[in-house]
C-alpha cells in the first residue's frame, strides 16, 4: 500500500519553543492531508484537513494560530506547533489521501514532549 | 466533529478464537467507513473499509459488516492470532472529513 513518511517520530522541547512535523507521502500525490492528536488509550481527534494549495480547515477549539499546517506541495504538509507548553504534549499523527484513492494512510506519528 | 463510538473498550479472546468488534456510528449521510488497527506509539494501520450502498465486506481473516438501520459497523476477525492483539478503531467517512471512534483494545491470549 502507499506510504506515509512521518517525521520526527520524538521530539522533545522546551516551553515556549516551536517544533515542525513532517508528513510526506512517498509514492503517491496526497491532496489531502489530514492531522489528528491523540491522548493516551484515547481515540484520534481530528485537528485539521489540509488541502494542496490552500488554507487547513481547523475543528471546531483548535486554535490555527498554535497549529500552523502548510500544505504547499502534493506529497509534503507540515504541522508547527509554535510556543509549545506542557499541555500541548502529545502524539500527533498526519493522514493522506491521493486523488483516486479514498484509503487514509497513516504516518507512524511524532510523540510530542514539553518539559 | 460527529460521533462515532464503540461498544466495548476492552475484548479479550484465546488465540484461534474469532473477534467481533462493535461500532455504533451517529451521522446518518457518512457513506464510507474503515477499520484500522493501532499497535503502541504506532500511527493507525488500515484493515479494510466498506461503502455504505454494502453490507459487508471480506479482507483476509477480517470481514466488515455495516447495518445502516441501525447505524452499526462491526469487524470480525477469523482465528484470532496473537499479532492481532492492538487497539481497533473504526471511522466514518463524509465528502472530506473522517472522524474516529474511541477505540477497542484487543488482547489475545495464548
Known amino acids: 500500500g502507499a506510504v506515509v513518511s512521518q517525521h520526527p517520530s520524538w521530539v522533545i522541547c522546551k516551553s515556549g519553543t516551536s517544533v515542525k512535523i513532517e508528513c510526506r507521502s512517498l509514492d503517491f500525490q496526497a491532496t489531502t492531508m489530514f492531522w489528528y492528536r491523540q491522548f493516551p488509550k484515547q481515540s484520534l481527534m481530528l485537528m485539521a484537513t489540509s488541502n494542496e494549495g490552500s488554507k487547513a480547515t481547523y475543528e471546531q477549539g483548535v486554535e490555527k494560530d498554535k497549529f500552523l499546517i502548510n500544505h504547499a506541495s502534493l506529497t509534503l504538509s507540515t504541522l508547527t506547533v509554535t510556543s509549545a507548553h506542557p499541555e500541548d504534549s502529545s502524539f500527533y499523527i498526519c493522514?493522506?489521501?491521493?486523488?483516486?484513492?479514498?484509503?487514509?494512510?497513516f504516518g507512524s506519528g511524532t510523540q510530542l514532549s514539553v518539559l | 466533529g460527529e460521533s462515532v463510538g464503540l461498544h466495548l473498550p476492552t475484548l479479550s479472546v484465546q488465540e484461534g478464537d474469532n473477534s467481533i468488534i462493535n461500532c455504533a456510528y451517529s451521522?446518518?449521510?457518512?457513506?464510507?467507513f474503515i477499520w484500522y488497527k493501532q499497535e503502541s506509539g504506532k500511527g493507525p494501520q488500515f484493515i479494510i473499509d466498506i461503502r455504505s450502498n454494502m453490507d459487508k465486506r471480506q479482507g483476509q481473516r477480517v470481514t466488515v459488516l455495516l447495518n445502516k438501520t441501525v447505524k452499526h459497523l462491526s469487524l470480525q476477525i477469523a482465528a484470532t492470532q496473537p499479532g492481532d492483539s492492538a487497539v481497533y478503531f473504526c471511522a466514518e467517512g463524509t465528502g472530506n472529513q473522517f472522524y474516529f471512534g474511541t477505540g477497542t483494545s484487543l488482547t489475545v491470549i495464548p
Open positions: 451521522n446518518s449521510a457518512s457513506d464510507y
Open positions: 493522514s493522506a489521501r491521493g486523488l483516486t484513492n479514498e484509503k487514509l494512510f
